[in-house]
Every structure is written in structure tokens, then in C-alpha cells.
């Protein structure tokens, strides 16, 4: 089975500043997608960026983006010109290729410090 | 836009109640999913339907069980709560293609005393 682990429970960076969440995953596979996550305090959780295994360009949505490594099986998410609107839980989730599930790390508490 | 919404925000019950927790989307998604939100071990899979009537046990669907009867509305069922299923309880749908954006409901928060 696969797993995803997020091996930094809390993060903080100040306004403005950079910051880089990391996500590692376990499979077997060489078909799948992967996905970050954002949870903001009280409110709906909310895709942030998408990536297909597939694709040798890393994924960017405005300022954020990822740097995936399929050797490496590893999966991180920038956030540049980080913003107070920021702060969130981050989850990384895997999905298979045939799979309609997702399966989740275990999150990372982003602050923005003012 | 997707909604995706969820009957209750909080629920307090008492240990041995029967709860259920409401679920329903309006974008005519397939896949419709229940997740359990806890600290430190994300989210994790209870239980997904792919279709009316159609099931699949999830990776901890020990204690709960589903219903879907509709295409919009998936609903999540604790026979006999117990204090251990205090949590954050998420539901999700998406459509069935391959890449396709999973949405997320705001969530219920449950308390079993």
C-alpha cells in the first residue's frame, strides 16, 4: 500500500519570506498524482497544486509551486512571497492512476509570522 | 462552483447514541468519500462510494457504516459511538476522471461523551 509522510508537524516563516514544505511517499507504481492541500483555520480544505507523475515540469500555481523528485520520491511545495492569508494546515496526498481515493500525510501547520 | 456540504458543524453525542453525519454535493460528482481528521495522523479513509447503492470500505471502516441511496448525498453512520470516535469527520466527492479536483465539505466536528 502506499504511504505519504510530511515529516515537519509544524512550520513558521515570515511575511514575504520563502518557505518549502517537504512530502515523501512509498510506491511501487509509475503511473500516479500527487496533490497539496490547504486547510485554512475553520475553513474548507482547498486544492492548492497538482502533479502528474508523468510530467517532468514541476507544477506552479502563482507562487506556489513544487519540486518533485521521482527517484527520490519526494514531493515538496514552495511557497513564495509567503502571506498572512497562508497560514493552513498543507497536506501532500498520493492517488493512483486507476484509484479514485487519495491517501494523506499527516499535515503541516504552516504560521505566518507578521 | 462545487458545494459540498455537511449537516452539522458541531454534535455532541453520548457514548452507545446512533449518529449520522449528512453529506451532499451539487455538482453531479461519481465518487463521493468520508474521511476522520485526527493530530498528527491526517486524514484517513473510512469509507467511499463510487456510485448509488455502491460501497467501498475505506483503510479504518471498523465501527461505522455508509449509505448512499442518492447520487448528491453520502451519509456516514456510527451504530454504537464511542468516546475512541471523537474526531474531525470530512467528507469529499469528485467527479471520475483521472485528475479530477477532489472537494471538500467544511467538516463536523464530533464529540462522543
Known amino acids: 500500500a502506499q504511504t505519504v509522510t510530511q515529516s515537519q508537524p509544524e512550520m513558521s516563516v515570515q511575511e514575504a519570506e520563502t518557505v518549502t514544505l517537504s512530502c515523501t511517499y512509498d510506491t511501487s507504481e509509475s503511473d500516479y498524482y500527487l496533490f497539496w492541500y490547504k486547510q485554512p483555520p475553520s475553513r474548507q480544505m482547498i486544492l492548492v497544486i497538482r502533479q502528474e507523475a508523468y510530467k517532468q515540469q514541476n507544477a506552479t500555481e502563482n507562487r506556489f509551486s513544487v519540486n518533485f523528485q521521482k527517484a527520490a520520491k519526494s514531493f515538496s511545495l514552495k511557497i513564495s512571497d509567503s502571506q498572512l492569508g497562508d497560514a493552513a494546515m498543507y497536506f501532500c496526498a498520493y492517488k493512483s492512476q486507476g484509484a479514485q481515493k487519495l491517501v494523506f500525510g499527516q499535515g503541516t501547520r504552516l504560521t505566518i509570522n507578521p | 462552483d462545487v458545494k459540498v456540504t455537511q449537516s452539522s458543524r458541531y454534535l455532541v453525542k453520548r457514548t452507545g447514541e446512533k449518529v449520522f453525519l449528512e453529506c451532499v454535493q451539487d455538482m453531479d460528482h461519481e465518487n463521493m468519500f468520508w474521511y476522520r481528521q485526527d493530530p498528527g495522523l491526517g486524514l484517513r479513509l473510512i469509507y467511499f462510494s463510487y456510485d448509488v447503492k455502491m460501497k467501498e470500505k475505506g483503510d479504518i471502516p471498523e465501527g461505522y457504516s455508509v449509505s448512499r441511496e442518492k447520487k448528491e448525498r453520502f451519509s456516514l453512520i456510527l451504530e454504537s459511538a464511542s468516546t475512541n470516535q471523537t474526531s474531525m469527520y470530512l467528507c469529499?466527492?469528485?467527479?471520475?476522471?483521472?485528475?479530477?479536483?477532489?472537494?471538500f465539505g467544511p467538516g463536523t466536528r464530533l464529540t462522543v461523551l
Open positions: 469529499a466527492s469528485r467527479k471520475g476522471g483521472l485528475t479530477d479536483t477532489q472537494y
